[in-house]
């Protein structure tokens, strides 16, 4: 594509995307003179990075052999440092990486020292000196976050029910601007949309489109509310506008071209399901000798 160009709908596992190419930056080769810089960072960082795990090598050999983590770590000059409690899903403050220290240090048994661990451009010896049992806290200490689950929790359950009553009193003819008038709502009335098509500011949610797809003028009402990320919704079919027709050709080709290359990502998914559905795993005698 060329600058300010703008492609077809193109599919992939994380949905459709269109791209637009702003600006493209011409192939070039520079000087060894304004490469240094960048290169000898570059080896600086690797050496220093093999020197780091080297250390770290040396202490975890000797610390296996039997001596103290703490009096190796520190006749090589390295940081020792003991965290506070932490839990296997909220690791040690401070560290960028802390859920995979956290779970390095739970697969450890009182007193054992961990494989060197690659964290946050770093190398790690983790060592559980002690551990405390899992418990449940007194209730003062949670009574205030307890309340407010329970309240959110009836909140949504009332919310559910109000909207199946809606919903049922809907069906039975009752008329909409007197019914929400019982759970103090206030309608809101969208203009036409399509299905692939929502602006941000819209307020729809993709829940709430596909289940107004499905509607019509014979099934005004869907078979139940609609549980969304913004709450329960309760919505009417009102009318359908045809697509232009003009406006189809025009976008023909483009809509051919998304259909199509939908289908091949199926296909291919579903080729790809087949052949590991049919594999048969094989280790060869020796192999792992």
């Known amino acids: 594509m060329k600058p300010g160009e703008i492609s077809d709908p193109v599919l992939t596992r994380f949905g459709w995307h269109i791209i637009k190419v702003e600006k493209v930056n011409e192939e070039s080769t520079v000087s060894f003179e304004e490469a240094k810089p960048s290169i000898l960072k570059k080896m600086l960082d690797e050496a220093a990075a093999n020197l780091a795990y080297d250390a770290a090598e040396k202490v975890y050999n000797l610390a296996f052999e039997g001596d103290d983590l703490v009096n190796v770590a520190k006749e090589y000059n390295l940081d020792v440092k003991t965290t506070d409690f932490f839990t296997i899903k909220k690791g040690p403050e401070n560290l960028i990486n802390s859920e995979k220290f956290a779970s390095t240090a739970f697969s450890l048994p009182l007193m054992e020292i961990s494989d060197i661990v690659d964290i946050e451009k770093g190398y790690y010896l983790i060592q559980v000196i002690k551990k405390e049992q899992e418990k449940i806290p007194p209730i003062e200490d949670v009574k205030e976050r ?143 000798d």
């Open 146 to 288: 307890l309340v407010a689950d329970l309240i959110k929790e009836k909140q949504n359950k009332a919310a559910n029910a109000d909207a199946k009553q809606l919903l049922s009193d809907l069906k039975k003819g009752k008329l909409m601007s007197e019914e929400i008038k019982k759970f103090n709502l206030i309608p809101v009335k969208t203009g036409f949309f399509q299905r692939y098509t929502i602006s941000e500011g819209s307020g729809l949610e993709r829940k709430v489109v596909d289940a107004a797809f499905k509607l019509s003028s014979e099934k005004i009402f869907p078979e139940d509310v609609i549980n969304g990320t913004n709450g329960y919704y309760v919505i009417k079919f009102l009318d359908r506008k045809k697509p232009d027709n003009e406006a189809f050709s025009d976008k023909k080709e483009e809509i051919k071209q998304a259909v199509l290359e939908r289908k091949k990502y199926y296909t291919f998914n579903s080729w790809l399901d087949q052949l590991k559905n049919k594999s048969k795993i094989v280790i060869k005698k020796g192999f792992l």
